[in-house]
């Protein structure tokens, strides 16, 4: 698959699968396919990046995903929701690999995962801040503990919903609600102690 795939349809809406698309796949209709893959392509691939760390690895991961799904297409039409299956796929493929490697701590629930976020997790419109302000947020976000911030780059950049990102990481809502509250807070914090005013609070939002 070509990497200039790896730029958003912004035609194709990341909250809503159409039935009929998932119907046009499964008949082996590979322009459908191609917009599913044009789509969720660099957002798999960062999530895939933030456990196995490698580039590479990481590309292989997200390919092969999208193999199977092809390779395995009839079965589309009955996944309830087409996010939290990639997700999952994805996060399933690079554990798999992680313990292929015989890496240390595979096991641990992603509180040793690095992840980098992409410049676009807080927009200043969303927030309505300058850039200047925007930077210090994004250092806030990278100065985050790794669970936390994975979460935190779930909600706000991929825009999963938590119910999606607790079937993703089988954790429950509540866990992701808190984790969530602590960054909310430490990013608040952080701001307020570098400019010395309060800032406005940043809502916590895809419940």
């Given at each position: ?8 349809d912004p035609s194709f809406s ?83 690999y992680l313990s292929a490697k ?56 991929d825009g999963l919903r938590y ?45």
């Open positions: 698959m070509n990497k200039s795939h790896m730029d958003s990341l909250t809503t699968y159409p039935r009929e698309l998932l119907q046009q796949i499964a008949a082996g209709d590979q322009v459908a396919f191609r917009q599913v893959y044009s789509s969720f392509y660099k957002r798999l691939y960062q999530f895939a990046l933030a456990i196995v760390k490698t580039r590479e690895s990481a590309e292989e991961i997200v390919e092969d995903v999208f193999v199977r799904i092809w390779q395995q297409r009839e079965n589309l039409p009955s996944i309830q929701n087409l996010r939290v299956y990639l997700y999952t796929a994805t996060k399933n493929a690079s554990l798999n015989a890496k240390a701590g595979v096991t641990e629930p992603f509180d040793h995962i690095h992840v980098e976020l992409a410049e676009s997790t807080l927009t200043p419109e969303q927030i309505l801040i300058t850039a200047e302000i925007y930077q210090k947020i994004q250092r806030a976000v990278e100065a985050l503990p790794p669970r936390c911030k994975m979460i935190f780059k779930l909600v706000r950049e119910k999606e990102i607790a079937e993703v990481l089988n954790i429950s809502v509540n866990t992701i609600d808190a984790q969530m509250a602590i960054a909310v807070k430490r990013i608040t914090l952080a701001i307020e102690a570098e400019f010395g005013f309060p800032l406005k609070k940043i809502r916590q939002i895809n419940k």
